[in-house]
């Protein structure tokens, strides 16, 4: 009877558990309740769930909070993986990229930080795990197999030899990049019909390359498109962690065409690129002896360039970080904020804004008269859990802030609108609804947020130092098509004017912006002429993951402190695509990339 008591209250325990899985498994965080506001003169407040984070990886504490991967697989659908992607913070002492293939009695370095703290414990390696084990045997198609670590760290099989790949996003100039041609079958348009992937690599060029996915592949693909790509067959597809490239039945599509998909981490921070890299140039392999490229070296020396273009920018400006925040951390995946010492607290200012809403309706209105009414919203996305734009702003002395703001653990997009006024309604009306002046942007430089349109831009708030100041000089714009939005604005006296000081009819009440039609002030906080930059932008945006971006950080320190001559960063432009996509650019052509889109 004892022995059968135990294993009832075993089974018991075995079902509780279950239970509590499914249920954590299951769950998501309030957008609301997982809000974090502050201004620009006060710390956040801490997290009294969050681990505590000293920048010291002796000292990290495993976030318990995160969704482990056999959980996420337990999801009734891929974007289920939203809430858990794999991210990878990275050591400020980092030298270079970490294996992606084990190769001790450790669990890899890399891709298992990449999966997050606490996403649950990794298989251990022995010595048939490895690249060097022999290979398992595709039962589909009979080929040799090996296996690889992913971005959740978590073992795949791929071909021992990869002919072939399907890539998305930012993954297919990296893929170019480490590969050379002829390997890449399929990627997204926004890379297919890109000029400078033509200009960089013959086999865009010459038509070999099929865009399937539509802009860059997040958005995932149609079934025309995922019926060409099972006739090209590739190999293996390059996936990221944060979109939805396939369906849940494309992916068992997939398997049962002996296709073998491998997950990359999210190319939002530096330590997610170089890994995404590394593992990259493990699954192409060395083709060297065939006359082809060795990937895995040249992933080797792109993680080696990648740190010198950090430490080159390091040597001229001094890092800032508003409120000390790690902008080379992701929000998202670690449940809390991450800090680190910044070395200055006396860089510049700036906002990045990444569309223009040309749809969007506003006016600035009372009962009795419309004060100012127009179209057109530029918006500007949240936090720095989706690019690692933030994080070279900052390492060039600059903030982003938008970024500073806490996103709520993923991406939103905000309507920025300079006015304000305590006696007039402001009012944007966009495709999914409206919202008022008591959540709309003010372009200072921190503050509060509110968030009333669930999944649609709403706004960030309020703070200290102000557009057209000293230490806020210039906002940063996606392409020039923004920019000559907002040029076209504000010389139509609209949102974006630098109106100038202005006083009241009655004198009381003085300040920046204008006197509307009964002598009152609707304040701006444009508090002077201010600069518009446009990101550079060569096969990649330098705004997003993609290869070349680390150059950023360059850019930025170049535009801002002046802590790089022109010359300096075209001869890095050109530097990098005649190393790394064996293209030799002009001069001319490296000044194209630099001006942007």
């Not at 075995?14 to 499914?22: E, G, H, N």
């Not at 370095?109 to 997050?116: P, S, V």
């Not at 950090?310 to 400006?317: A, E, T």
Request: glycine share 10%; with cysteine.
């Amino acid at each position: 009877m004892k022995r059968r008591g135990t294993a009832w209250a075993a089974a018991l325990l075995c079902l509780l558990l279950t239970a509590q899985m499914a249920l954590l498994s299951g769950c998501r965080f309030s957008p609301v309740l997982e809000q974090i506001i502050y201004t620009a003169a006060e710390e956040p407040p801490p997290d009294p769930d969050a681990p505590e984070n000293d920048n010291d990886e002796d000292h990290a504490d495993k976030d318990e909070d995160l969704t482990s991967r056999d959980e996420d697989e337990e999801s009734d659908t891929e974007r289920d993986r939203e809430e858990t992607d794999p991210i990878q913070g990275e050591d400020e002492n980092d030298e270079s990229a970490p294996d992606t293939e084990q190769e001790d009695d450790s669990v890899n370095e890399g891709a298992a930080q990449g999966a997050g703290e606490g996403q649950g414990e990794q298989p251990q390696e022995t010595e048939e795990m490895g690249s060097t084990q022999v290979p398992d045997v595709d039962p589909t198609g009979g080929e040799a197999l090996r296996q690889v670590v992913d971005a959740y760290g978590q073992l795949v099989s791929v071909p021992e030899d990869v002919d072939t790949v399907a890539a998305v996003g930012g993954a297919a100039a990296m893929v170019e990049m480490l590969g050379g041609g002829g390997r890449l079958t399929a990627a997204p348009a926004d890379f297919v019909e890109n000029e400078f992937s033509a200009l960089a690599f013959p086999d865009v060029a010459g038509g070999s390359v099929a865009a399937l996915w539509s802009g860059d592949g997040s958005a995932g693909m149609g079934e025309e498109s995922f019926r060409r790509l099972l006739e090209l067959k590739p190999d293996v597809c390059f996936t990221l962690s944060e979109g939805f490239a396939f369906s849940d039945g494309q992916l068992a599509a997939l398997a049962e065409a002996g296709i073998y998909p491998v997950t990359l981490p999210k190319l939002n921070n530096p330590g997610n690129i170089k890994t995404a890299v590394t593992l990259i140039g493990q699954v192409l392999g060395d083709r060297s002896a065939q006359g082809g490229t060795n990937a895995p070296a040249i992933a080797e020396d792109y993680c080696r360039w990648y740190d010198e273009t950090i430490d080159l920018v390091d040597g001229r400006v001094d890092r800032f970080n508003y409120n000390d925040v790690d902008y080379s951390q992701d929000r998202y995946a670690l449940r809390t904020d991450s800090y680190i010492d910044s070395e200055t607290d006396a860089g510049y200012y700036t906002l990045y804004l990444s569309d223009w809403d040309a749809g969007a309706g506003y006016q600035v209105y009372s009962d009795s008269y419309v004060t100012l009414s127009g179209t057109g919203v530029a918006i500007a996305p949240s936090g720095y859990s989706t690019t690692p734009f933030s994080y070279y702003l900052s390492e060039a002395g600059v903030v982003n802030t938008a970024a500073a703001a806490a996103d709520q653990f993923r991406l939103r997009h905000w309507y920025v609108d300079p006015l304000q006024s305590s006696t007039r309604i402001i009012e944007i009306a966009g495709t999914a609804g409206t919202v008022t002046d008591q959540v709309l942007t003010a372009i200072d430089e921190m503050g509060e947020e509110e968030n009333t349109v669930t999944g649609q831009p709403t706004t960030v708030v309020t703070g200290t130092v102000s557009l057209g100041e000293e230490r806020f000089p210039a906002v940063i714009v996606e392409d020039s098509g923004i920019k000559a939005a907002l040029e076209a604005d504000a010389a139509g006296r609209k949102l974006w004017t630098n109106y100038g000081p202005v006083a009241s009819a009655d004198g009381k009440v003085s300040g920046y912006g204008f006197s509307d039609e009964i002598g009152q002030v609707v304040s701006t906080t444009i508090r002077g002429d201010y600069e518009i930059y446009v990101v550079p932008a060569g096969v990649d945006s330098w705004s997003s993951g993609g290869a070349e971006s680390v150059m950023a950080a360059m850019w930025a320190a170049a535009v801002y402190y002046g802590a790089f001559t022109q010359d300096e960063l075209v001869d890095r432009v050109q530097e990098f695509y005649g190393q790394f996509y064996g293209c030799e650019l002009s001069r001319d052509q490296a000044l194209d990339i630099l001006d942007g889109r």
